[in-house]
């Protein structure tokens, strides 16, 4: 027996299917626009270092350093936990490391400064050379370092970034630790953003590595002196 639909209904169908259609539509349109759009693109920055700004002509000249007859190797900076990679970190509450969603290093941290720590030292004009490795050459001499920190701080206002370096120098006849120091800077941001951060992580690294070089010059002499 055929069933015939009660009066009115077919109507109420045909309205409910065109809304569910135009909710399909619709629904389809969001998507494709959310598909089309493009994810942001992150910044890339890098670390620098100025070994110092040119002098007065009108004033004194500072006393260099004596050069020494040693040959420094600077060994490939290495990075604690959580600061081996090319995230720029910050901190919002202590102890708990974040990273800026689209801001990176062109590279990780510690490649970008085994070459500015060569820079450094080079500067002082303490060493006959100063080599990065690898490398085939050979030196009395060598740097080892480790980042210990390198974040950016929003603990106040301003916020700070903070950079901290282990060193150690190593007699490479007999692999004994001349001297080992931990250095520390703190400086205060430009801007409350990565850009202002990036300011002043390279304004503690000049800091560090400028104390780092002379590190460096008073082992030399002090091994030179006892040879």
Sequence with gaps: ??????????????????????????????VLSTMGSPAPQPTFYSL????????????????????????????????????????????????????????EWIDTPARMLTPLIVSAVESSGTFRAVVQT????????????????????????????????????VESAT???IAAREFDAVVSATSEDPSG?????SRAVKTVLDDLSAFCADAARSVRMDK
């Design 197 to 201: 951060g990036v300011v002043a992580a």
């Design 134 to 169: 690898p490398g085939a050459a050979a030196g009395e001499m060598r740097l080892d370092t480790e980042i210990l920190r390198l974040q950016h701080e929003f603990l106040g206002t301003p916020s700070k970034v903070r950079f901290t370096l282990r060193a150690y120098l």
């Design 48 to 103: 620098a270092y100025m070994p110092g700004t040119v002098p007065d002509a009108a004033a004194p000249a500072a006393p260099r350093a004596a050069v020494t007859a040693l040959t420094l190797i600077v060994s490939p900076s290495h990075a604690a936990a959580g600061f081996d990679s090319r995230r720029i970190m910050y901190l919002r509450q202590a102890n708990q490391l974040e990273y800026f969603a689209h801001s």
């Design 1 to 30: 027996m055929k069933r015939i639909a009660p009066h009115g209904s077919l109507p109420y169908l045909w309205q409910f299917a065109a809304a569910a259609l135009s909710l399909a539509l619709l629904s389809g349109c969001g």
């Design 175 to 177: 692999r004994r630790v």
